[in-house]
C-alpha cells in the first residue's frame, strides 16, 4: 500500500523541541518533492517548509525560518521535520506530502500524489 505515516507529534512547552517524522512506503522518495504543512485552529493549512528535487531548493515560512529544518533519509524512505525553539503559534496539525518530481516552492496545489494523516503537536505550558 503506498502511503505516508508521521509520527512523533505531542505534546511540548514553549522553547522545546520536537521531530516529526514521516515514513513513506510503497514507493520510495529519491524523485519526489516533499513537503511538511500545518493547519492551526481555525486557520487554513499552510506550507512550512518544502524541499525540491528538481534544483534541490528548500523552502521555509517566515515564521519557522531558523527554527525549523526539513530533511530526508533516503536509506530510510523518510522524511523529517525537526522543530526548535517551539512557540503556541506552531501548534496545529502537521501534514508531510510528497509529490513525484514536483516544483520548487511550497504550495498545498503542488501537492496531489500522496499525504500523511496529519498529527497533532500543541506548544503550550
Known amino acids: 500500500q503506498e502511503q505516508l505515516v508521521e509520527s512523533g507529534g505531542g505534546l511540548v512547552q514553549p522553547g522545546g523541541s520536537l521531530r516529526l517524522s514521516c515514513a513513506a512506503s510503497?514507493?520510495?522518495?529519491?524523485?519526489?518533492?516533499i513537503g511538511w504543512f500545518r493547519q492551526a485552529p481555525g486557520k487554513e493549512r499552510e506550507g512550512v517548509s518544502c524541499?525540491?528535487?528538481?534544483?534541490?531548493?528548500?523552502f521555509y515560512a517566515d515564521s519557522v525560518k531558523g527554527r525549523f529544518t526539513i530533511s530526508r533519509d533516503l536509506a530510510k524512505n523518510t522524511m523529517y521535520l525537526q522543530m526548535n525553539s517551539l512557540k503556541p503559534e506552531d501548534t496545529g496539525v502537521y501534514y508531510c506530502?510528497?509529490?513525484?518530481?514536483?516544483?520548487?516552492?511550497?504550495?498545498?496545489?503542488?501537492?496531489?500524489?500522496?499525504w500523511g494523516q496529519g498529527i497533532p503537536v500543541t506548544v503550550s505550558s
Open positions: 506530502a510528497a509529490e513525484h518530481f514536483g516544483h520548487s516552492g511550497c504550495s498545498m496545489s503542488y501537492y496531489t500524489d500522496y
Open positions: 510503497g514507493f520510495t522518495l529519491d524523485y519526489y518533492a
Open positions: 524541499f525540491s528535487v528538481t534544483d534541490d531548493t528548500t
